[in-house]
């Protein structure tokens, strides 16, 4: 808390609803294709064009509501956020104003002080706008793609009080909404986007002016925003100087905020419920249908996996921050003979794997980027648990998996990658490697054990990596205490 | 020039069905005695922007080849229509007699467009209208104005003027228009024709240029309410692409249309006593307490009743269609269709210089009206409260509609007005709306229907309003209204069987 002072933030985050098709028309709601090509009349705004809601976007809504403890409101309404901007065809938004779908939910998170409620205010659903692409030749030009594309705005309560706070919300926010299957939440390719809201005080006295910095998207972005924006409040307000209500802009390379419009200017949405849409209504019926359709949260698999699977908290925490994952380990947990060496497995080396894999750097997984069944991955935990292969040669294997999918122990079979445990093969290697390398024995003997290291990899390399090197290392200590 | 306008141009459309059945005509001569009376008459009138010769005749040609084959599409296959230039056809200009829209050429076509070629009837081309629909004279087009066909110094009404005047001068047998404040009523009524504006949610509104989106409806415009009936019947209907369409309202129109000596018996027409006091002109009373008596002689009750909240309706109307509109017409900002400034600094210069150039005043006066009135700090006076006399007018309705099955009043104050006598004073202007405004308020159906002439021989109109699923009741009654004593018959501006003018 720097010079006494404490930040206060609320974060309104924007999560791209993963439904067939768009809000209000029947073009597919796809990321990455040629501009201009699901688009249609209504999500254009052409003259004479009307909305018609897509009822999936109302129960993937509700779910999310549901899963972040919202009350979800039996009757809401679209309203008409009315502003002119070139990526906004109609030149109003269809959106939910007066009265959104859901209000006074919360999520819990787990941060470095422990355990921390944070409050959501409101939920409400909007179409996406679309892109404005700018081009240094040409000018600039309008992707319609992502116009329609159905969203909800997640409105926190202003009780984060860290950066800290603010990713591990996001990341328990993500989680949640991936679970529920609502959304892929993939910051990278904007279908999860925040803006944060942050003012500063001191502890008692009342909340200072806020800025927004809208559109950030990455966690490091989020957490590097704050702590720039925090410092320069803190540094306005000891010289002396007020912090103005404004939106500011984050810039990644600088590391500092930049003032972008002062919200006093900014416009009066004229918000008034869309006539071409009727209220949205919600039985109780469709509530308790919509209820059972939400699986298992991340919480309660945490706690399920270290009860069942007896896994750690820490690791039981990582593999349900993704529901892919946790769903992954849950597959081969099933299968494995030790599911703790399994989540080792995939916490330790799958995860290493998959970074080195990530040449773009995009920070993103999904079950496509580990292509390996669950399955197999478990054979290959236990073959190396049992130490059938050892974890140099599991190494190996991993990465033929990750090259072409395969049963490991058939592959260490054609590969004669079994763990070599054979006295007489692995005598005769010893021997072998003390009769080439006499120099090193004398040196051992001399008392210079770090030599050990490398008569044990030439040995090793003998077998071709595939001794059990526990018995190895027995046999070249005995072999040479016999010198 | 007028012997050259074929009798056909002066029938019903019952009776061209009626002629298309027994084969004594064929479409293509029908569409081809239509495009003949565009040609000679509409220089004069200017209802038409656009006039599909070729694609009406070959419409024409399938439906005459469909009829030889016995496989036509509907009772209207080849009848030709015309339609208000604010409902989108595809690969045609739409341009709702706006600068802004004087290219654009749409991509798409409207359901109701869609409807009437799926019925098989040709369409003959896009008709004048106050810009946007915003006026009650037609005045209001960029593309020039558009003359009464009963006097050619006088309004036709609006905004669907070209619509109703279309159908008066015997260009067309069947019109379009679109209603919002009384746009089909009030110019049926200036035109000494029939308008029909169902209950909202009737006609879908899918690829109708929206004015006020809460309050527009598609209607025809036709000689008699019983052709009327004939093309709600094709045009009514739930459409998945309006939200605000309800399937509920189709019926068959023309089965309550009935015959006898008494045939409106045992129904009740209420007179709102707020509609016949100050500002209606006495000729325009008079015509409608003759009607009340015509319609008390074939077997209905008439009686006095009141609706209180009448007299806010106006103010709430223009109010809550002026809210929607600036909301509406925001899309049409220069950047990606329509109208776009020659010179701009910025983006800001781009809009405001498009709309400025290419809205007329009418239009910006509305917008203007509308943004004010949804402005905060504003919309608790303005937009809620012209929201809560909605609520109070559709209650004060349905009480008065409860031992009547509709409401009769005028539809205008007064007869058709000259040209420009209205134009300085948009106030006087709105003020024409006053009865008409509370069936878009309310979302029920009302028709307009001719009952008389002013002493100036020009048209006068009477309204029939009803509940919301009485479209085919108010329509039977106006059937039966115009078939008693032929009270309609001759009213029209030309005599069509003699092939010489009237005046």
Known sequence: MKLGYEMVIGLETHVELHTRSKIFCSCLNAFGAEPNTYVCPVCMGLPGALPVFNEQVLRYAAMAGMALNCHVHHRSRFDRKNYFYPDLPKAYQISQFYRPLCENGFLIVQTSGGEKRIGITRIHMEEDAGKLLHDEKNGTALDMNRCGVPLIEIVSEPDIRSAEEAVCYLRKLRAILTYTGVSDCKMNEGSLRCDVNLSIHKPGEPFGTRTEMKNLNSFQSVEKAIEAEFERQVAAVEAGETVVQETRRFDQKSGKTTSMRRKENSADYRYFPDPDLPEIYLTDEDMTALREKIPPLPDERRERYMKEYSVSAYAAELLTAERWLADYFERGAAKAESPVALANLILGEVFAQLTARDTQHTGERDESSLPISPEHLAKLSDLMNSGKVNSSTGKKILGALFQEDCDPERYAQEHELFTVSDDRVLNAAVEKVLAANPDMVVSYKAGKLTVEKALMGKAMAETKGKADPERLRRLLLDSIARL | ?503
């Open chain 2, 1 to 503: 020039m007028n012997d050259r306008i074929p009798a056909l141009c002066g029938l019903t459309v019952v009776e061209l069905v009626r002629l298309l059945d027994r084969g004594e005509v064929s479409s293509t001569e029908i569409t081809r005695a239509y495009l003949n009376c565009i040609r000679e008459r509409d220089l004069q009138i200017h209802a038409f922007l656009e006039v599909f010769e070729e694609e009406a005749l070959a419409g024409a040609a399938m439906a005459d080849q469909r009829r030889a084959e016995k496989r036509t599409l509907s009772a209207l296959d080849g009848i030709p229509v015309a339609i208000k230039d604010n409902m989108v056809m595809k690969g045609h200009l739409c341009s709702c007699a706006s600068k802004m829209l004087a290219d654009f050429r749409s991509p798409y076509t409207s359901t109701v467009v869609a409807k009437l070629q799926a019925a098989g009837m040709p369409i003959l081309g896009r008709l004048n209208m106050d810009e946007f629909a915003m006026g009650s004279s037609t005045e209001n087009s960029a593309m020039g104005v558009t003359r009464n066909p009963w006097n050619l110094e006088y309004v036709p009404g609006g905004s669907s003027g070209g619509s109703a005047a279309a159908v008066a001068a015997g260009m067309t047998p069947v019109a379009l228009g679109s209603d919002t404040g009384g746009s089909i009523r009030q110019p049926a009524s200036f035109c000494g024709v029939v308008g029909v504006k169902p209950a909202y949610g009737t006609v879908s509104r899918y690829g109708l240029v929206a004015f006020a989106s809460s309050l527009d409806q598609i209607g025809p415009l036709c000689k008699t309410a019983a052709d009327a009936a004939l093309v709600m019947n094709v045009i009514a209907g739930y459409d998945a692409h309006d939200a605000t369409s309800d399937g509920a309202l189709q019926a068959n129109f023309t089965t309550d249309i009935k015959k006898g000596s008494a045939p409106l018996f045992g129904l009740c027409f209420g007179l709102p006593k707020e509609c016949f006091g100050q500002g209606l002109q006495e000729e325009v009373k008079d015509a409608l307490l003759h009607a009340a008596q015509r319609l008390k002689a074939l077997g209905a009750e008439v009686k006095e009743v009141s609706v209180p909240s009448l007299p806010y309706a106006l103010s709430a109307y223009y109010v809550i269609s002026s809210a929607e509109a600036s909301s509406n017409l925001a899309r049409f900002d220069g950047v990606r269709y329509g109208y776009r400034a020659k010179e701009y600094a910025d983006l800001d210069e781009l809009y405001r210089k498009s709309r400025q150039e290419a809205f007329g005043m009418e239009v910006k006066r509305r917008v203007m009206l509308g943004t004010f009135a949804l402005s905060s700090g504003y919309q608790d006076q303005y937009y809620l409260k012209a929201q809560q006399v909605r609520e109070l007018l559709r209650y004060d309705v349905a009480q008065a509609l409860t031992d009547c099955a509709a409401l009769l009043s005028p539809v205008a104050p007064t007869p058709a007005y000259r040209l420009g006598e209205k134009t300085a004073d948009p106030m006087e202007m709105y003020l024409g709306d006053i009865y008409t405004v509370p069936a878009n308020i309310t979302g029920l159906p009302a028709v307009s229907l001719p009952c008389g002439l002013s002493s100036s021989g020009l048209p006068i109109g009477m309204s029939l309003m009803g509940a919301r699923d009485s479209l085919p009741t108010l329509m039977g009654a106006a059937a039966c209204y115009e078939q008693s004593e032929k009270v309609n018959a001759g009213l029209h501006p030309y005599d069509f069987t003699e092939g010489s003018e009237r005046k």
